[in-house]
Every structure is written in structure tokens, then in C-alpha cells.
């Protein structure tokens, strides 16, 4: 097989589990778009504050120490014991919850029949409070998440594609647990959303408000339920970003890489986010591949936008959005 | 109360039992506006009551007092003997009152057969960890609710377009839809607000039978507004008037035709 075809290949497979990713990211978008009629901005601050949550609480931080330190003039800052991952990861995932409740508690329930920019700017807050709060209970210095998951080239893979065409793949172990991972995710969270009464109901809600309510489904709880998925999608997001390049705020820019994939995939649509996501992925990899080195590189940071909108010119309803005719 | 209590059998054979639903004192304002002004009256267990009046009068706010999408400023609700706190839609909805809207309010994404399955929510026990770990149960239960819908399907004549979204069917048959989303609920109370409008004769025609039949065989009791005089003659056992947020008139079809006051607001005004 020529080499070139195989570089391709390579590249292609790390496009594909980079596209998992990105469409486990827009799926969070999309659930909470769908139910509540809110662009979330504040979805990359959640990814970030789950990892830091996590981190804080496997390293045993003290929450909000610095304050308690200034007010009380203590000196605590750790707890002194280490929380396997597997639990803290279970804590992290109650305190998303809770702050599903408290997101619908103290924000979206009064803001009920407000005209979408509203909310839309009620999550730009929402992101910088969490930003604040997050620094505020955890620090600002960059951390190192390790949640025992494997890192560094699978040699098996690359021994295996050596043997079979004289070219090993380098592929990260990481990228295929997360890849693992965020599939298992989105299929389950497809599935709950086609065939769970839960799932019905969401897509009610998602359709008419009062319709929904007629039916006897709480607005409230589906809120609660669709922002919870959104902080666990979140959780899982940012661990994986996260274990492969630290907790810092950076990680909350992984928003910003699903911006193109629901311009690609429609706001609406779940399948559209999961095509989409692959869709970029293995585009923008491919791209880097074959152009990257005509124009210098780093064609990563604007491929996916570029591609979205040239998409956009010619399906502005997405992928497998309908067709919008205005009625007049 | 006493006298309200009394039950009796109607000419064509059907039981009207005692008081079901009672609404004491209903006061409704929005703002500057009194969509409702002090009204009362009750609806009985197996009848079907018709609140009628003129664009404006009131009606679809009473009806949505009773189904807590409003909540009134002064007056009591009473279900079943129970005064009722203030209650949100869902859970006035998860006590067995189902309802239509007037202006349609369906989920025109999913097709004919999902619509008619949401009305099934308040009937689904299993939640969404026993959905997870008994599986088999679940299915069950998704196989019950199924064939139940299927039975308003066949009922209501809408079998044809099972499949079909809904956001492509005409105006009349959406009507119809939203009415089996309703009865799929099994409901004790079946609220529905203008079931006719804009409706054509024959379209007209199949829906008082709907409305006869779902009283009749399943023993719903139903309030209905309705504009249609014909309509409303022949389909009611009781009629509630209302006028400006005010109740000028509450009886039978006959009692209510003859009251002067309810002839000057709108009958004299709407008919012949
Ligand atoms: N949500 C609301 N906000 C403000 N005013 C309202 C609201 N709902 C109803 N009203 C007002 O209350 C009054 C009664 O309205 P309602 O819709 O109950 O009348 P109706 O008898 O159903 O009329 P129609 O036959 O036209 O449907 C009207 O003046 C209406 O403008
Ligand atoms: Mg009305």
C-alpha cells in the first residue's frame, strides 16, 4: 500500500476519535437546546468546573479554602486523604446534579417565557459566576488530573499495522478510552432520549411547553434532568480533556469546538451532532494532513469554521434539520 | 350541597352522579383586566357541560383556572369533595383532567402515534433506573400503553395516519389528534375548548359523535366551550353563560334558552 495512503489512514482514525469528542460536547448543547430553547454558553465553563471538582476532590482539597483562610486567618488547605477515582468521580457527578438544581431553581424558573436572548445572556453570566465560583472553591493554578486511565502510543496497535503494512499508526491510548467512552455515552444518551418515558417526555417538552404540561410532565424536573445530563456530558468531557492536557481554563474553550459541529449538525438535531462531530474531526485532521503543509500549518484552529460556513451558505438548516420556508 | 348531590339517569339512559368538580367564588384578573368575576358553579360526575359566551366572555380562562395553567385570585377549587391548593398544570393533569386547547397545542415534530403516547406519561410507573434494571417489566408496561393507544386509535378513526407527523395534517384532523392525546390519558374530567372551530359540517358532525361516544362508552365526564348553538344544545346536559367575566345563565339547554338575560348577551346577538 503506498505510504501516503496510509498517513492518511492514520490520520483519519485520530480525526475520527478527536470527532467523538467534539460530538460529545455539541450533544450537551443540543439536549439543553432542544428542551429549554437556551444556547448554553456556559457548557465549556461546566466541562471545566467538573474537572476542577474532580481534581479538588481525588487530591482532597478543601473547598474554598483560600477564603476560609483569609477570613478566619487559618492555613487549611488539604484534607489529607485521596479519594479513589472511581467515587470522586460518583461525587462530582452529585454535585453537577446539584448544580442542575440550582441553575433551575435560581434561574431558569424565572425566566420562564422570556424571549430566548434573555436566557441566552443568563448563561453568559452563569458561565462567569461558575468561573468565579470554581477559582473561588478549588484555586486557579493549573492541575494535573490523572484518573488512571491509559496514556501514551498503544504499542499493540502499532506493532499490529506495522506487521500487517509496514507502517505503525501512532495512536494515543487515551484518545481510544475516550473514544470508548464518549461512544458509549452518546449511544446511551440516544437511546434514553428515543425509547425511557424520561426521554419521551423531554422530546415533549422539547416540542410545546403547554402541550407538555397537559400531558402531566413537570417543566421543572425536565430541566433539572436535561441540565444534569449537560453537567455529566460536561463531567465526562472534561475528564478527558482534562487527563490529556491539564485543568486550566483553557479546557473551557472546548465549547468553541463545538460551535462548528452544530452549525454542521443543526442545534436540534442529536444525530446531526454525532455526524457532525465525526464530520469535523476527520476533516479537520485530513485538512491538517493534506493542505497543512502547503500553508504553513495549524490549519486546525480554523478548518471546522471554515467548513461550517461554507455549509452554512448552502444548508443553513443543518445537516438533518428541515427545510424552513417563512410563511407569508 | 345536598340538593346537588341527588343522581339521576338522563332520557337516552345515561347516569349523571353527583358533584365532581365545584368552582366557588372564582375571581380571575390580569391586571386592569377581570377575566372572571366571582362565578361559581359545579360539574357533575358523568355529564357533559357546556360553557358558552360571547368572544371575550371568560371561557378559556375558566377552563384553564380548572386546569391550573391559570391560577384565580379569590374563589376555591373543588375536586372530588377536596379543596384544591394552588396547583401547577402537571399535577392537575397527574389527577386524571386532560384537555385540549384552542388553538391546538400538539407536538408537531412527532408523529400521530408518539402524540397519542404522551398522553400515556401520567399512567407510566416505571421511571428511568427501573427502565435501566427491570427491562423486562418496562416492556410490559410499554406493550399495555401501547395497546390502549391503539384502542383510541381504532376510536377515534385516526388509524390511517398513525405514522404520519403531525405538523402535516390538516387543521381538522389535529383537532381529532389532540382530542385522543387527551383520552389516552384515561381522564375522569375531559376539558375541551372549542373541539368544533373552524371546523366544517361534516367534520362538525363526526366530533359531537366523538364527544357523545368517549361520554358514553368510557363514562368520561366532560366540559366543553363551544360556539356553535346547534352544537351545544344537542350535546349538553347543563350549560354555564357567561358574559364580561360575569355567569348570566346556568341550566339545562332549554332553561338557558329561555332566560332573557342570556338572550339579550348572546343568543339575540349570535343567532337567527
Ligand atoms: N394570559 C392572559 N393575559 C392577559 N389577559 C388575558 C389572558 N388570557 C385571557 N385574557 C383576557 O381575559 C379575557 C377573557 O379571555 P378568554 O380567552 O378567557 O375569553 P374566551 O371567552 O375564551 O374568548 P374566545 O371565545 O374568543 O375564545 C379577555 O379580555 C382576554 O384578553
Ligand atoms: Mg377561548
Redesign the pocket.
Known sequence: MPEQLLWAAEAMMNGLMAGVLYALVALGFVLIFKASGVFNYAQGVMALFAALTLVGIMDGQVPFAHLINAVFGTEIHHFGWHVPAILAIFLTGVVMVGLAIFIERFVLRHLVNQPDIILFMATIGLAYFMEGVGDLMWGSEIKTLDVGLPQGISETIDEATYNWFGYGFFIDRLDIVATIIAALLVASLTIFSQYSKQGRALRAVADDHQAALSVGISLRFIWVLVWSIAGFVALVAGMMWGAKSGVQFSLSLIALKALPVLMLGGFTSIPGAIVGGLIIGVGEKLFEFSIGPLVGGATENWFAYVLALVFLVFRPQGLFGEKIIERV | MSAQAEEYVTEDGRKIGGVMMEMKNITLR??G?V??KDISFDIREGEIRAII????????????VISGF?NPQEGDVIFRGKKRPQMRPYKVAQQGIARTF?NIALFEGMSVLDNVMTGRLTHMKTGMFGQAMWWGKAQDEEVYNREKVEEIIDFLEIQAIRKTPVGRLPYGLKKRVELARALAAEPKLLLL??PMAGMNVEEKEDMSRFILDVNDEFGTTIAL?E?DMGVVMDLSDRVVV?DY?KKIGDGTPDEVRSNQEVIDAYLGVAHD
Do not use: C, R, T, W
Not at chain 2, 53 to 64: D, E, T, V, Y
Open positions: 390580569f391586571g383586566v377575566a372572571i359566551g360571547p368572544n371575550g366572555a371568560g371561557k378559556s380562562s375558566m377552563l384553564n391559570y384552542q375548548d372549542e366551550i360556539h357567561m367575566g
